[in-house]
């Protein structure tokens, strides 16, 4: 069983950052990617970010030259470097893994796909 805690959401203005993490523990197979989505009230839930076992990654359109993820060499703590927020990046964001072929595979199938994921973190980003 595998369990995955978010940390690090918070309130910040426009134009401001904010690191979130999230722990890993349990029985997560190496290869398996990782990654973040964020479902905002009244819109659908999207896929931000993704990392594969050979560290690769990919972000979404949305938030590309903003939001960077990154892990530790253990694979035990994600992260995802958000700046630049703006007030549409509002939303919960949870990390999650699960089986993939790579990282552009997983940020398109990640919701679907992933079977363990976090208890989210709000990030809420002012005008």
């Known amino acids: 069983q595998v369990q995955l805690v978010e940390s690090g959401g918070g309130s910040v203005e426009t134009g401001g950052s904010l690191r979130l993490s999230c722990v890993v523990s349990?029985?997560?197979?190496?290869?398996?990617?990782m990654g973040w989505n964020r479902r905002a009230p009244g819109r659908e839930r999207e896929a931000v970010a993704a990392?594969?076992?050979?560290?690769?990654?990919r972000v979404a359109d949305s938030v590309k030259g903003r939001f960077t993820i990154s892990q530790d060499s253990a694979k035990m703590n994600l992260y995802l470097e958000m700046n630049n927020l703006k007030p549409e990046d509002s939303a919960m964001y949870y990390c999650?893994?699960?089986?993939?072929?790579?990282?552009?595979?997983?940020?398109?199938?990640?919701?679907?796909?992933?079977?363990?994921w976090g208890q989210g973190t709000q990030v809420t980003v002012s005008s």
């Open positions: 990392i594969d076992g050979f560290g690769l990654t």
């Open positions: 999650g893994t699960g089986p993939c072929m790579n990282a552009v595979q997983a940020l398109a199938d990640m919701i679907e796909d992933f079977g363990d």
């Open positions: 349990g029985n997560v197979y190496r290869n398996n990617c």
